[in-house]
């Protein structure tokens, strides 16, 4: 069974048990069963488990965000707000839970033709969280100019000195509508400095954890509307 573990090392456990059987019929003239490749694999010690989720980072983006983080390292944690949108949608994401073998799984409902969905936006700083903005339409510079104004600047306003104003940092992705003439004109009429992160660089904002956080919870909480 060196064969088949070759087989899943090449293709980084992707390949399904019919798909190595193939292979190996093809390469050496060998007839496997999928039953006893799956048990040869088992017995290896591989588990079926889903795949992480990763930036897709050349050596330039690699560079530019080493760059990024060495040069704000040092900086304190209260100098910076966390701002970013997302969206949830009831019963998209399966629910794991454990259960006897030989009972019936739980029931939690199932996905209508027309998902129950709604979007977030929120930002978090050393100082604590704005105010959620819920909004089921698209987001375009517009709406968000108005979150900035009516969420954001008095967030800012009310936790922030004018000293600590001058020396504080926005962090948000470079979504279009963010990169915006409208908004970027708007924050630097206010003087709140956006503070430009590089590309694919999501794992830069804490918020994303409180996002995950929240699905689970919803998940769990079986939310009907």
């Known amino acids: 069974m060196v064969i088949s573990c070759n087989q899943i090392e090449c293709s980084d456990g992707f390949k399904s048990a019919r798909e190595i059987s193939l292979e190996i019929r093809r390469v050496f003239s060998i007839n496997l069963s999928l039953s006893s490749i799956c048990n040869h694999r088992k017995n290896m ?8 989720a990763m930036p897709n980072l050349n050596l330039t983006k690699k560079r530019q965000r080493k760059e ?3 040069r704000y ?3 304190s944690f209260k100098n910076f707000v966390f701002a970013d949108e997302t969206k949830i949608e009831i019963n998209t994401f399966p629910l794991y839970h454990f259960r006897q073998k030989t009972s019936k799984p739980v029931c939690v409902g199932t996905r209508g033709k027309s998902s129950l969905k709604i979007n977030i936006w929120a930002a978090i700083s050393y100082k604590g969280p704005t105010r959620f903005c819920l909004f089921t339409n698209n987001l375009n510079q517009y709406s968000y100019k108005y979150i900035l104004e009516f ?3 008095p967030y800012m306003i009310s936790n922030f000195n004018e000293e600590e104003l001058e020396n504080c940092f926005l ?3 470079n979504d279009p509508k963010h990169t ?14 956006w503070l430009k992160t590089p590309a694919n660089s999501a794992d830069f ?11 689970s919870y919803v998940r769990k909480k079986q939310c009907r509307n």
């Open 68 to 70: 990024f983080a060495n």
């Open 180 to 193: 915006s003439n409208l908004c970027t004109e708007f924050l630097r009429e206010n003087s709140i400095n």
């Open 45 to 52: 010690g591989y588990v079926w488990r889903r795949a992480r």
């Open 73 to 75: 390292k040092s900086y």
């Open 171 to 173: 962090i948000q992705d």
């Open 151 to 153: 969420y954001l600047k």
């Open 205 to 215: 904002n804490p918020i994303e954890m409180l996002w995950s956080d929240l699905k």
